[in-house]
């Protein structure tokens, strides 16, 4: 019989001893694959609930955190500030485009008057929007519900809309309904799984206005609700705060910056110790306390030495025993690594709260030109997403509502409405711009890629956050007045 058995080589003898020796004495493997076990793996117990499991276990929790540190952190607090100016800045436009002019300009008239008194709160449309967004950062959702007012209540259109906070929906409250639908932290669903109702709370049970805080709760049918939140998983139904994955990183900033300044007025100040060597001066001392304590009826021990401090004046001087000598304790200064350390925090809640670095802090020391104009393009385009989620979401729920209580009260006559309601209410949503940071030479390839044939002006105004047939009439209106006036200031320029 032939033997046919290869030679072993020298790296699989090698390998055989390195995994004997590793199971004799527990080595770790000195290369871990992202499912193992060891190494950097092997203390690490992640969390793998279900979108609604890991969120809704600790949602007060969470939510909580967040509105204490937005309180106590000024960069956080104008980071929501700036993500709002961006999303919505001077508010987001509607330009109806119904093709029957006149019905047109009935309706954005109409509209135009309304928004000033949208807001069941008393504020205006544009206001209602910059808190719904600061709301749906800051404690991961909210809710716009509508209220159908009477005529007499004196509204061009009898309709109205709610801002109702996170905290007036329960999340703890699950329950299985008869009629084989179930509640799921505080929102409804029936037995095909589609949302019907969400259960709130009448009033909100964190606000210190409340003098009889009622915890009952009432039915709002879903049809009557927007529930704006961002959505990271299928099947997700309540909101996460916007800068829960670096809210530990801004508490962490937040402790270190007060323990420096504290390090800080303790340099500041002068601290020194009296040293003795001579014995008799301490006893002389302690039946000097002896004296003074039983003069002033004071029945307590002498102080110890050492335990209570004296304080010295400006200009005054120190008169010491015998044998005794003053020496000036000198405080560590500021932290040198302060600077950096604060940065790299930064740098994290900016990621967090998804803006650059530069716009999260303000500090823009060591950036060149080229740097901030690429972080500022990938902010438009988070901006830009942002702007497109709130108008689908927010905007559409807003319009259509105001659209149908128009026609319903008698205010729009519109006879097939019921029929036509794509072609009546056919709208433009036009969402703020921003400013250029090159003018001059961002115009240019504007009208570059205009002149190319693979941009339009149409495209270029609402970049800029303008609709193209308001600035040809405008454009027309100036040339209409100039021509009046006998003035052209196109050919004077």
Not at 267 to 293: C, H, K, R
């Amino acid at each position: 019989m032939s033997n046919n058995t290869k030679p072993k080589s020298l790296f699989s003898v090698l390998g055989k001893a390195y995994t004997a020796i590793g199971r004799a004495f527990a080595l770790e493997p000195l290369f871990n694959t992202g499912g193992s076990n060891g190494g950097s793996q092997r203390l690490y117990s992640p969390q793998n609930g279900g979108p609604n499991a890991n969120i809704v276990a600790g949602f007060g929790r969470i939510r909580s955190y967040s509105r204490d540190v937005t309180r106590k952190i000024p960069e956080l607090d104008d980071g929501y500030d700036t993500r709002v100016a961006n999303i919505i800045g001077k508010g987001i436009r509607g330009i109806p485009m119904c093709k029957d002019e006149k019905l047109r300009e009935q309706i954005k008239n109409l509209w135009n008057e309304w928004i000033l008194d949208a807001d069941y709160d008393g504020f205006d449309l544009d206001s209602m929007d910059r808190i719904l967004v600061r709301e749906r950062d800051e404690a991961g959702e909210v809710f716009l519900r509508v209220i159908y007012r009477p005529m007499s209540a004196g509204l061009v259109v009898p309709i109205q809309f709610q801002v109702i906070e996170s905290e007036c929906l329960d999340y703890t409250y699950n329950e299985t309904l008869k009629d084989g639908g179930r509640i799921i932290a505080g929102i409804e669903f029936n037995k095909q799984n589609q949302i019907v109702a969400y259960h709130f709370f009448k009033n909100n049970p964190t606000d210190v206005a409340v003098i009889n805080k009622s915890f009952d709760r009432i039915r709002v049918p879903a049809d009557e609700i927007c529930h704006y939140f961002k959505r990271s998983r299928a099947g997700q139904l309540r909101g996460s705060p916007r800068a829960y994955a670096g809210q530990m990183q801004m508490r962490d900033l937040m402790i270190y910056e007060e323990n420096e300044l504290e390090r800080k007025k303790n340099s500041s100040a002068t601290y020194a110790t009296i040293q003795s060597t001579d014995s008799s001066v301490m006893s002389e001392l302690g039946n000097d306390i002896n004296t003074f304590s039983q003069d002033n009826g004071i029945t307590s021990q002498p102080q110890i030495m050492g335990t209570d401090p004296a304080v010295i004046n400006k200009g005054s001087v120190v008169h010491l025993y015998p044998g005794e000598k003053l020496e000036v304790t000198k405080v560590a200064e500021s932290d040198p690594n302060y600077d950096a350390y604060i940065a790299g925090k930064n740098r994290t809640a900016a990621k967090a709260m998804g803006l650059s670095y530069e716009t999260y802090s303000g500090d823009l020391r060591g950036n060149s030109y080229s740097g901030i104009r690429v972080a500022k393009n990938l902010e438009e385009i988070k901006f830009g997403v942002d702007q497109d989620e709130f108008i689908k979401k927010v905007k559409r729920f807003v319009w259509q509502k105001w659209f149908d209580q128009a026609v319903v009260s008698g205010i729009l006559k519109i006879p097939d409405y019921a029929s036509r309601k794509s072609y009546y209410t056919a709208i433009n949503w036009q969402a703020p711009g921003w400013k250029y940071i090159n003018p001059l030479q961002e115009i240019n390839a504007v009208a570059a890629e205009i002149n190319a044939g693979i941009s339009t002006r149409t495209i270029a105004a609402a970049a800029r956050g303008r609709d193209f047939a308001e600035l040809q009439a405008q454009i027309a209106a100036e040339r209409a007045i100039e021509q009046q006036f006998g003035n052209d200031a196109a050919n004077d320029a």
